[in-house]
């Protein structure tokens, strides 16, 4: 694995939110992601984090995080 766990559980980095976002389904028995913290992410500072990431991310995981900024841009 190319990154760590930790790097998606910090709460101020916004990896959570983005993966959240990428990997919860539409038939998922229970919603995990508030709307109060999808209206607060700011959607450039999420891009630049997935752009310019602190720790090398494996290519699978930087895709599902940009599928995350959309859906989160989206919503």
Same mark, same amino acid.
């Given at each position: 694995? =190319? =990154? @760590? +766990? +930790? *790097?998606? *559980?910090?709460? +101020? @980095?916004? %990896?959570? *939110?983005l993966w959240l976002a990428a990997t919860i389904g539409a038939k998922a028995p229970f919603k995990k992601i508030h709307k109060k913290s999808i209206? @607060?992410?700011?959607?450039?500072? *999420?891009?630049k984090l997935v752009k310019d990431p602190? +720790?090398?991310?494996?290519l699978r995981l930087s895709s599902n995080l940009l599928v995350g900024v959309a859906r989160v841009? %989206?919503?």
């Open positions: 694995m =190319f =990154f @760590s +766990e +930790e *790097l998606l *559980l910090k709460r +101020e @980095s916004g %990896y959570g *939110l209206l @607060s992410a700011d959607i450039t500072n *999420l891009c602190e +720790e090398y991310l494996a841009h %989206y919503a």
